[in-house]
């Protein structure tokens, strides 16, 4: 019997279905509905997937295939490798957590997460703390939240992630390319959009 691969949680009015390439050779996400809560799936031959490059690629796409139909979905995101051994066990968690996960759903509404890596040039000294601050000013005011990621590098100046409101992603794009513009001597990487992971924080276990 096939196992049900969880990519993330919608309400029931948004609730879909469409083929894709999933995980584990999957051809279809489709939802489980508990309450107002759906679970999108696709179902796989194991509780426990192999994390290869090629499954979490497939998760990542579906989530965004999901974010972004028929003009934009809200969804709390599971991160890779949560399967269940058939519906009621999945449903189980639905009714369990429902009060996380509509709160994650309330905060992450109608957001996508960005990402901003700034790296200043091997053997060149800048103000760290000066521009990361700058940085902040701009941004900010037009994010949802934002979280700091480890500097795991030395040449990290600023890594962030944001949440940003669908409708003011424009806005957050033109203020990334003015800080790029005014440092010109940093290389700024930026990324997204993605689902919103780093604001989202429902612990389950899959079973």
Same mark, same amino acid.
């Given at each position: 019997?096939?196992?049900? !691969?969880? !990519? ?10 469409? +083929? ?13 509905? %508990? ?7 696709? /179902? ?8 290869? $490059?090629? &499954?979490?690629?497939? %998760? $990542? ?7 972004? %139909? /028929? ?15 058939? &519906?009621?066990?999945?449903? &189980? ?13 309330? /905060? ?6 960005? *990402? ?5 040039? +091997? ?8 521009? $990361?601050?700058?940085? *902040? ?16 590098? /030395?040449?990290?100046?600023? &890594?962030?992630? !944001?949440? #940003? ?9 033109? =203020? #990334? =390319? ?6 010109? $001597?940093?290389?700024?990487? !930026? ?10 924080? #429902? %612990?389950?276990?899959?079973?």
């Amino acid at each position: 019997m096939s196992s049900r !691969y969880v !990519y993330g949680i919608v309400s029931d009015e948004d609730a879909l279905e469409f +083929e894709t390439d999933a995980v584990g050779d999957g051809e279809r996400v489709y939802p489980i509905t %508990h309450g107002r809560l759906a679970a999108l799936v696709s /179902d796989v031959e194991t509780t426990d997937p192999e994390e290869t $490059d090629e &499954n979490t690629r497939r %998760h $990542d796409e579906v989530l965004r295939e999901i974010m972004e %139909h /028929d003009g934009g979905r809200t969804v709390v995101p599971m991160q890779f490798g949560m399967a269940f051994e058939g &519906n009621r066990a999945l449903k &189980n968690v639905l009714r369990g957590a429902r009060p996380a996960f509509r709160r994650a759903m309330r /905060d992450v509404r109608d957001s996508v997460e960005l *990402g901003l890596k700034v790296v200043r040039e +091997e053997g060149s000294e800048v103000d760290r703390e000066v521009i $990361d601050a700058a940085i *902040g000013d701009e941004l900010e005011p037009i994010a949802e939240d934002s979280v700091e990621g480890d500097l795991f590098s /030395d040449r990290l100046v600023t &890594n962030r992630s !944001y949440l #940003v409101d669908r409708d003011d992603r424009e806005a957050f794009d033109e =203020a #990334v =390319a003015r800080l790029e513009a005014e440092y010109d $001597d940093l290389t700024f990487r !930026y990324s997204g959009p993605f689902a919103p992971y780093s604001f989202v924080d #429902v %612990h389950v276990g899959a079973r």
